[in-house]
């Protein structure tokens, strides 16, 4: 691509001699189960449903501001004037025009849960409480229905508040240009500073896309001692993992989906499985009009949403696990 950067350019296209070398036992095996059965809590519950083709946009949003491809931040907030609820659960609704609902639970040492209901679709969280809480409505517009659950013995939960919403989003990429629960971010977060000096030096969206993908693959490692230590529930950082340089596949997908969103590129972040070992796994799809970068075996395409999977590039992952893509297995969509 004509302008982009050496050292960019070279990781974008990566060694595809290097890409043969299997990738080190230690980041499959504590990327994630291989047993499609167990309960991925640290993600989202099993019992979530995959997302449909329908729910991927099909067509880019005309935007930028100031004349430039950058354009304005797009944030997400929990309203606590326009919430309704009860002292136990608050849902915020005034914001599922831009692709996402809002929710704030009282502290307490009980688990809670939200979900996103859409059709046949459900969507499970587990929530912070004391804390304002953004979810994407990936599934797109439609009906919906929000319920907060409490736990109250076992796997067992009871219903704490429940809502629903004729959701109309006026731009289908919303959802995955703003921040939410898994890509936690605000426009004073150091990911999101870093990453606008990135596009500021950049003379295209392709050419920021590939600033980052360099970044994070030659300065991000894989953390050993934390995927065997993760617990249930977790959430990543991106800051903390800009700063530490060191993550999980989870962190991986947050940092850049924060990192891209942040300046405009509608990021997916996705978790599925990868076969030849069905590793459970977390990497990231971006969309753009335009096209034209090698990423080992396929190709990034204009005018459709490309798979980048950053954990598996920065460990050479072999091409029996990235390849053409067919081995990749969605199971939700964020």
């Given at each position: 691509m004509p302008g982009m950067k050496n050292t960019a350019k070279e990781h974008f296209k990566i060694n595809i001699l290097a890409a043969l070398f299997a990738v080190t036992a230690f980041l499959l095996c504590s990327c994630g189960s291989s047993d499609k059965n167990a309960e991925p809590d640290q993600y989202v519950p099993k019992e979530t449903a995959a997302i449909t083709e329908d729910a991927v946009p099909k067509s880019m949003p005309a935007g930028g501001s100031g004349g430039s491809w950058m354009p304005e931040f797009r944030s997400s907030s929990f309203d606590s004037s326009a919430a309704e609820g009860n002292d136990e659960a608050m849902v915020d609704l005034s914001s599922v025009g831009e692709g996402y609902v809002a929710v704030h639970c009282a502290p307490t040492d009980t688990k809670i849960k939200f979900q996103v209901i859409k059709g046949d679709l459900t969507v499970t969280y587990t929530v912070v409480t004391g804390k304002d809480q953004v979810f994407p409505l990936q599934s797109g517009s439609g009906h919906y229905t929000f319920r907060v659950m409490k736990n109250i013995t076992d796997k067992k939960y009871a219903e704490l508040y429940k809502c629903e919403a004729d959701v109309t989003i006026a731009d289908?990429?919303?959802?995955?240009?703003?921040?939410?629960?898994?890509?936690?971010?605000?426009?004073?977060?150091?990911?999101?500073?870093?990453?606008?000096?990135?596009?500021?030096?950049?003379?295209?969206?392709?050419?920021?896309?590939?600033?980052?993908?360099?970044?994070?693959?030659?300065?991000?490692?894989?953390?050993?001692?934390?995927?065997?230590?993760?617990?249930?529930?977790?959430?990543?950082?991106?800051?903390?993992?800009?700063?530490?340089?060191?993550?999980?596949?989870?962190?991986?997908?947050?940092?850049?989906?924060?990192?891209?969103?942040?300046?405009?590129?509608?990021?997916?972040?996705?978790?599925?499985?990868?076969?030849?070992?069905?590793?459970?796994?977390?990497?990231?799809?971006?969309?753009?009009?335009?096209?034209?970068?090698?990423?080992?075996?396929?190709?990034?395409?204009?005018?459709?949403?490309?798979?980048?999977?950053?954990?598996?590039?920065?460990?050479?992952?072999?091409?029996?696990?990235?390849?053409?893509?067919?081995?990749?297995?969605?199971?939700?969509?964020?």
């Open positions: 289908e990429f919303d959802p995955f240009l703003r921040p939410n629960q898994y890509a936690d971010y605000t426009q004073d977060s150091e990911c999101v500073k870093f990453a606008g000096t990135l596009a500021g030096s950049a003379g295209s969206k392709q050419e920021f896309i590939a600033g980052v993908y360099d970044y994070i693959v030659s300065n991000v490692t894989y953390d050993q001692e934390k995927a065997a230590t993760v617990q249930a529930g977790y959430l990543p950082v991106p800051d903390d993992t800009l700063r530490t340089k060191k993550g999980i596949c989870f962190d991986y997908a947050s940092l850049a989906a924060s990192m891209l969103r942040s300046q405009g590129i509608p990021t997916q972040i996705i978790f599925g499985y990868v076969s030849p070992n069905d590793v459970y796994h977390a990497w990231n799809k971006f969309y753009t009009e335009e096209g034209g970068w090698q990423l080992v075996e396929f190709k990034v395409n204009g005018g459709d949403w490309n798979r980048i999977d950053l954990t598996f590039y920065a460990g050479n992952a072999g091409s029996d696990f990235i390849g053409d893509g067919s081995n990749y297995l969605e199971a939700y969509v964020f």
